[in-house]
């Protein structure tokens, strides 16, 4: 029997074809394409078939592990028709063992051609080795429709040790700017944690609508979570009118958060709740105008320009802010059984703190010599508010100025900077950065992507490192991908900007940045896209567009053309025509032609188109190559 040992970089750089002396297994798994790749892999040439008496031996005593036999049922039986039975005997076995090297998360798999035997030392090292079980069986099990009776379910013999890299893995998703129900929240966590993705940071509130039900404070969501219906550009919209009805929202009633934390619960995916404060609180100002420093708006925003000119920050001057935050953070505390709270602390605009009187008393009873340090005490009593309830605060990196709360722990997204210097100082950090890990940003050509404002590729994504040098490793706990969704109206949208960057993120917080290779990861890519479509997962083909990168060269302007990925045929026209495979071939950088007007270019791959036709005028790509880039977080532009 012919056995090839890989470690994983050799993986990654090969995923290699299985040379099988099983005819079905050479027909229906010729290659092995999980993400994120396994740390360790040994490959030989047969076969395990899964049939309808196969068989899940467990210690039917756990609970958890019964849970995941259930589990891979639920994954398994719409597209093959029946189901494991689950007992303490069988072909198929989880068992816990005291494997120290597998850590919390790890599991070793050894498939052979009579049985897998699937081991860890937590239940959820056996559900992650699942997961790699699930994506090793033919695209068709990820179909919602049976499939024919005499379809082989054929998982190739591996031996398998495998562990993450980093304890935090994430995803989040920004429920205040869209409103996402009960259901497609738990859909996004089934997706995330089917690429062993472990945290679902839920962005409960901001100015655009409070989605948390706090029973003490029953405004929130009765006013806080509503606003007038509007679509168009975020910033350009009319504000909501005197006496218009505010129909568009919703929020989450405890019930609910408590039916989403148990359905998380059974993926082993923690679900922080971010409550965003002391800025980006118009809603709640709405809701509770005692909450302003002078003024509080009258209306939820709905995407209109307001920043600066309406207040969105809470009044630290007056106790009943304080009072206001410890009825809000007691019911999370509550309710979330994570150790982390996330209280935001970023993009607060301090302008109505200077001129409101009772925030000007407060710093100097409290000797505060600016409103930078009025944030930090702010920030400092509510680190000592959720220490008090048996939590740990976590806080954008602007919770850095003016002083760090002593046990606060930081997730840096305005670059490396604010992670560096908090890990420096002991405090644990979560990286994510903007130029990998915002996924509402384009991640191809802008012409022909749905509207944002800035960019980042599904490469850019796989070349995040979220420990930077010089900094102590064991204080960066990991990274995660942020969705924020101004420009996201809906849930099959939420798919699109998120899969494949978020199977990029997966990949290197799993795997590490280190054992990372693009060109084994982006034909992994390729395969996951059909497993996506026979799910019915929305993502975006973006990596088959051509690039396109006008510069200035001597004053005259030049275009060059390229890809992210191999074999990319780029084809071009600049007058005004379609281009095809017969229209000229790029090979350099282009000139543009006397008089012309338009610029279109078109992809292929193995002779066939790939990618859309991408049309943009002359003009355009002279300002293009004269534009400033601009990073912003959330909604608001930082220079």
Same mark, same amino acid.
């Given at each position: 029997? *012919?056995?090839?040992?890989?470690?994983?970089?050799?993986?990654?750089?090969?995923?290699?074809?299985?040379?099988?002396?099983? $005819?079905?297994?050479?027909?229906?798994?010729?290659?092995?394409?999980?993400?994120?790749?396994?740390?360790?892999?040994?490959?030989?040439?047969?076969?395990?078939?899964?049939?309808?008496?196969?068989?899940?031996?467990?210690?039917?005593?756990?609970?958890?592990? *019964?849970?995941?036999?259930?589990?891979?049922?639920?994954?398994?039986?719409?597209?093959?028709? /029946?189901?494991?039975?689950?007992?303490?005997?069988? *072909?198929?076995?989880?068992?816990?063992?005291?494997?120290?090297?597998?850590?919390?998360?790890?599991?070793?798999?050894?498939? %052979?051609?009579?049985?897998?035997?699937?081991?860890?030392?937590?239940?959820?090292?056996?559900?992650?080795?699942?997961?790699?079980?699930?994506?090793?069986?033919?695209?068709?099990?990820?179909?919602?429709?049976?499939?024919?009776?005499?379809?082989?379910?054929?998982?190739?013999?591996?031996?398998?040790?495998?562990?993450?890299?980093?304890?935090?893995?994430?995803?989040?998703?920004?429920?205040?700017?869209?409103? /996402?129900?009960?259901?497609?929240?738990?859909?996004?966590?089934?997706?995330?944690?089917?690429?062993?993705?472990?945290? /679902?940071?839920?962005?409960?509130?901001?100015?655009?609508?409070?989605?948390?039900?706090?029973?003490?404070?029953?405004? &929130?969501?009765?006013?806080?979570?509503?606003?007038?219906?509007?679509?168009?550009?975020?910033?350009?919209?009319?504000?909501?009118? +005197?006496?218009?009805?505010?129909?568009?929202?919703?929020?989450?009633?405890?019930?609910?958060?408590?039916?989403?934390?148990?359905?998380?619960?059974?993926?082993?995916?923690?679900?922080?709740?971010?409550?965003?404060?002391?800025?980006?609180?118009?809603?709640?100002?709405?809701?509770?105008?005692?909450?302003?420093?002078?003024?509080?708006?009258?209306?939820?925003?709905?995407?209109?320009?307001?920043?600066?000119?309406?207040?969105?920050?809470?009044?630290?001057?007056?106790?009943?802010?304080?009072?206001?935050?410890?009825?809000?953070?007691?019911?999370?505390?509550?309710?979330?059984?994570?150790?982390?709270?996330?209280?935001?602390?970023?993009?607060?605009?301090?302008?109505?703190?200077?001129?409101?009187?009772?925030?000007?008393?407060?710093?100097?009873?409290?000797?505060?010599?600016?409103?930078?340090?009025?944030?930090?005490?702010?920030?400092?009593?509510?680190?000592?508010?959720?220490?008090?309830?048996?939590? *740990?605060?976590?806080?954008?990196?602007?919770? &850095?100025?003016?002083?760090?709360?002593?046990?606060?722990?930081?997730?840096?997204?305005?670059?490396?900077?604010?992670?560096?210097?908090?890990?420096?100082?002991?405090?644990?950090?979560?990286?994510?950065?903007?130029?990998?890990?915002?996924?509402?940003?384009?991640?191809?050509?802008?012409?022909?992507?749905?509207?944002?404002?800035?960019?980042?590729?599904?490469?850019?994504?796989?070349?995040?490192?979220?420990?930077?040098?010089?900094?102590?490793?064991?204080?960066?706990?990991?990274?995660?991908?942020?969705?924020?969704?101004?420009?996201?109206?809906?849930?099959?949208?939420?798919?699109?900007?998120?899969?494949?960057?978020?199977?990029?993120?997966?990949?290197?917080?799993?795997?590490?940045?280190?054992?990372?290779?693009?060109?084994? /990861?982006?034909?992994?890519?390729?395969?996951?896209?059909?497993?996506?479509?026979?799910?019915?997962?929305?993502?975006?083909?973006?990596?088959?567009?051509?690039?396109?990168?006008?510069?200035?060269?001597?004053?005259?302007?030049?275009?060059?053309?390229?890809?992210?990925?191999?074999?990319?045929?780029?084809?071009?026209?600049?007058?005004?025509?379609?281009?095809?495979?017969?229209? +000229?071939?790029?090979?350099? +950088?282009?000139?543009?032609? %006397?008089?012309?007007?338009?610029?279109?270019?078109?992809?292929?791959?193995?002779?066939?188109?790939?990618?859309?036709?991408?049309?943009?005028?002359?003009?355009?790509? %002279?300002?293009?190559?004269?534009?400033?880039?601009?990073? $912003?977080?959330?909604?608001?532009?930082?220079?």
């Amino acid at each position: 029997m *012919k056995r090839k040992f890989l470690n994983l970089a050799t993986i990654i750089s090969l995923f290699a074809c299985v040379s099988c002396s099983n $005819t079905v297994c050479s027909e229906e798994n010729k290659e092995i394409t999980v993400i994120p790749a396994p740390q360790e892999m040994t490959i030989t040439s047969d076969c395990f078939t899964l049939i309808n008496n196969s068989s899940i031996a467990l210690d039917v005593s756990n609970e958890e592990l *019964k849970g995941i036999a259930e589990y891979l049922n639920e994954k398994i039986a719409p597209a093959m028709g /029946f189901q494991l039975s689950v007992g303490n005997q069988g *072909k198929i076995q989880f068992k816990l063992v005291d494997d120290v090297s597998l850590g919390d998360e790890g599991y070793h798999l050894n498939v %052979k051609s009579d049985n897998i035997l699937l081991t860890a030392n937590k239940p959820a090292g056996i559900f992650y080795g699942v997961q790699t079980l699930l994506q090793m069986l033919p695209a068709e099990i990820k179909s919602l429709e049976k499939q024919p009776e005499d379809k082989k379910w054929t998982i190739p013999c591996v031996d398998i040790t495998d562990k993450p890299q980093f304890p935090w893995r994430g995803l989040l998703l920004d429920v205040s700017r869209h409103w /996402f129900t009960k259901e497609e929240v738990m859909k996004y966590i089934d997706e995330l944690a089917e690429y062993k993705m472990n945290v /679902f940071h839920w962005h409960l509130t901001d100015d655009q609508g409070w989605r948390l039900e706090i029973k003490s404070l029953p405004k &929130l969501t009765e006013i806080g979570a509503w606003r007038a219906p509007r679509v168009g550009k975020w910033w350009d919209r009319e504000p909501q009118q +005197p006496g218009e009805k505010t129909t568009y929202g919703g929020f989450y009633t405890q019930e609910d958060v408590k039916e989403i934390l148990a359905y998380a619960a059974k993926r082993f995916v923690r679900v922080i709740p971010e409550i965003d404060v002391p800025g980006h609180s118009l809603a709640a100002l709405v809701a509770y105008p005692e909450l302003a420093c002078m003024n509080a708006p009258k209306a939820v925003n709905v995407g209109n320009e307001f920043y600066t000119q309406e207040e969105n920050s809470l009044c630290v001057g007056k106790d009943f802010t304080f009072e206001f935050m410890d009825k809000v953070l007691t019911e999370v505390a509550a309710l979330f059984p994570d150790e982390y709270v996330h209280i935001g602390g970023d993009e607060c605009f301090k302008g109505f703190w200077h001129k409101c009187p009772d925030c000007q008393a407060r710093m100097r009873a409290e000797n505060l010599k600016d409103e930078e340090e009025l944030q930090s005490y702010f920030i400092h009593r509510m680190g000592d508010l959720l220490k008090s309830k048996g939590k *740990k605060l976590v806080g954008w990196d602007e919770i &850095l100025e003016g002083g760090l709360a002593p046990d606060a722990n930081v997730m840096s997204w305005r670059g490396m900077d604010g992670g560096i210097k908090a890990a420096k100082a002991g405090h644990h950090v979560i990286m994510t950065p903007t130029n990998h890990c915002y996924i509402d940003f384009w991640q191809g050509e802008p012409s022909v992507e749905p509207a944002t404002y800035a960019m980042c590729r599904l490469k850019d994504s796989y070349s995040f490192n979220p420990v930077p040098e010089g900094v102590p490793a064991e204080m960066i706990l990991g990274g995660q991908g942020n969705l924020w969704a101004e420009s996201v109206p809906t849930f099959r949208h939420a798919e699109y900007m998120t899969w494949p960057r978020g199977w990029a993120l997966a990949e290197v917080l799993w795997s590490g940045p280190a054992n990372c290779n693009w060109s084994g /990861f982006w034909p992994r890519v390729e395969k996951h896209f059909k497993r996506a479509d026979l799910a019915n997962i929305n993502y975006a083909r973006s990596i088959y567009n051509a690039i396109i990168r006008p510069y200035l060269q001597d004053g005259v302007l030049m275009v060059e053309l390229d890809s992210e990925i191999e074999g990319i045929d780029i084809y071009y026209t600049f007058d005004n025509t379609d281009p095809d495979q017969y229209t +000229p071939k790029y090979i350099e +950088p282009l000139g543009i032609p %006397k008089n012309a007007t338009w610029f279109r270019v078109v992809t292929y791959r193995y002779g066939k188109p790939v990618g859309k036709v991408i049309t943009l005028t002359i003009e355009e790509l %002279k300002q293009r190559a004269q534009r400033d880039k601009r990073v $912003t977080h959330g909604n608001l532009n930082i220079n």
